[in-house]
């Protein structure tokens, strides 16, 4: 128990140090502030979630005292509180109906672990929450967010040269509009990095109490789709259930093509020089960012026509080994 109490208060002192080198302004900071919560998932995944749950309150409170309560709540909500969770969920198994253990050698009963689809919903939940939480902190309704968004991104660029007024105008309308959705983006995509790091790390560690999951079976629950269309059908209403709503989407669209990377890691499992396809798909994502809505649509197409299982059925049996 001690030693998990001195793991636990390392990893929360390592994460808080993360968290707070955002003051400093110095580039590095950004990318440590955004894996501030994995050394909280290390400790949940390896050591389990009591481990984090210690570390993540020791960290909020050291933080709260040094810069004041704002800072302990965000660390609790972006940082302490989806890494225990995230970490608790990707630990939890219950044994399969008629399966049994093997009672001569002593063999535990095979487990179902909770299904990564879930944990990724669960991601997005927290990146809904975060972000909204965050909107918040500049206003209580629509007009009063986009707004302090305006003024401040007008402060931002209007020290800059070499624009004229009307363009900066036009630019600025625009950054109101996608700076909600694309805070809601990184947020699912750092949190999923995260917990997906903090897993290697832990599985190369030995101390995953869990085998590595078959990543390219990842699917949505079937409701997630009905909850994207209606989230989709309220950010034409108007006010903050607008602003809601198109987070929200943005959350699931984010998620869909997550699974669609997944999809196509299963398409592709019978093409020569996979590994070759596959990183030249995912620098073209990086590079130029739209070929992502392709990737969505095949993650939608899936979803609807079920894309893997289907190519599964039809595909060969591997040759046998010479």
Same mark, same amino acid.
């Given at each position: 128990?001690?030693?998990?109490?001195?793991?636990?208060?390392?990893?929360?002192?390592?994460?808080?140090?993360?968290?707070?080198?955002?003051?400093?302004?110095?580039?590095?900071?950004?990318?440590?502030?955004?894996?501030?919560?994995?050394?909280?998932? =290390?400790?949940?995944?390896?050591? *389990?979630? +009591? #481990?984090?749950?210690?570390?993540? /309150?020791?960290? !909020?409170?050291?933080? &709260? @005292?040094?810069?004041?309560?704002?800072?302990?709540?965000?660390?609790?909500?972006?940082?302490? =509180?989806?890494?225990?969770?995230? *970490?608790? +969920? #990707?630990?939890?198994?219950?044994? /399969?109906?008629? !399966?049994?253990?093997? &009672? @001569?050698?002593?063999?535990?009963?095979?487990?179902?672990?909770?299904?990564?689809?879930?944990?990724?919903?669960?991601?997005?939940?927290?990146?809904?929450?975060?972000?909204?939480?965050?909107?918040?902190?500049?206003?209580?309704?629509?007009?009063?967010?986009?707004?302090?968004?305006?003024?401040?991104?007008?402060?931002?660029?209007?020290?800059?040269?070499?624009?004229?007024?009307?363009?900066?105008?036009?630019?600025?309308?625009?950054?109101?509009?996608?700076?909600?959705?694309?805070?809601?983006?990184?947020?699912?995509?750092?949190?999923?990095?995260?917990?997906?790091?903090?897993?290697?790390?832990?599985?190369?560690?030995?101390?995953?109490?869990?085998?590595?999951?078959?990543?390219?079976?990842?699917?949505?629950?079937?409701?997630?789709?009905?909850?994207?269309?209606?989230?989709?059908?309220?950010?034409?209403?108007?006010?903050?259930?607008?602003?809601?709503?198109?987070?929200?989407?943005?959350?699931?669209?984010?998620?869909?093509?997550?699974?669609?990377?997944?999809?196509?890691?299963?398409?592709?499992?019978?093409?020569?020089?996979?590994?070759?396809?596959?990183?030249?798909?995912?620098?073209?994502?990086?590079?130029?960012g739209w070929p992502v809505v392709a990737i969505f649509a095949l993650g939608i197409a899936d979803a609807v026509f079920g894309l893997r299982q289907r190519y599964l059925q039809t595909r060969p049996p591997p040759l046998p080994a010479a």
């Open positions: 128990m001690i030693a998990i109490f001195i793991v636990a208060l390392a990893a929360g002192a390592a994460s808080a140090l993360m968290f707070a080198s955002i003051v400093s302004g110095a580039a590095i900071s950004i990318v440590l502030f955004y894996l501030a919560p994995l050394p909280v998932m =290390v400790t949940a995944l390896g050591w *389990g979630p +009591l #481990a984090a749950t210690i570390g993540g /309150i020791g960290a !909020a409170s050291a933080l &709260g @005292a040094i810069f004041g309560l704002p800072y302990c709540i965000a660390f609790a909500m972006m940082v302490a =509180v989806p890494g225990w969770w995230l *970490g608790h +969920l #990707a630990l939890l198994g219950r044994p /399969i109906a008629g !399966a049994a253990g093997d &009672g @001569a050698t002593q063999q535990p009963p095979a487990l179902e672990w909770y299904p990564v689809g879930r944990i990724l919903l669960w991601i997005a939940v927290f990146a809904v929450i975060t972000t909204t939480a965050t909107l918040l902190t500049l206003g209580s309704d629509s007009d009063a967010i986009t707004g302090a968004l305006r003024r401040g991104l007008l402060k931002v660029l209007s020290s800059g040269e070499g624009q004229g007024g009307g363009e900066i105008e036009r630019l600025v309308d625009m950054l109101v509009i996608l700076a909600p959705l694309a805070a809601t983006i990184l947020s699912m995509v750092t949190v999923t990095l995260n917990l997906w790091l903090a897993g290697k790390i832990t599985q190369t560690s030995g101390r995953l109490n869990r085998p590595w999951p078959e990543l390219r079976s990842t699917a949505l629950p079937a409701m997630t789709l009905v909850a994207l269309l209606v989230a989709a059908a309220l950010s034409f209403v108007g006010g903050m259930l607008a602003l809601l709503a198109q987070i929200v989407t943005t959350a699931l669209v984010t998620g869909y093509a997550l699974v669609g990377f997944a999809v196509l890691h299963t398409l592709t499992l019978s093409l020569n020089s996979r590994g070759f396809w596959l990183g030249g798909i995912y620098a073209v994502v990086v590079m130029f």
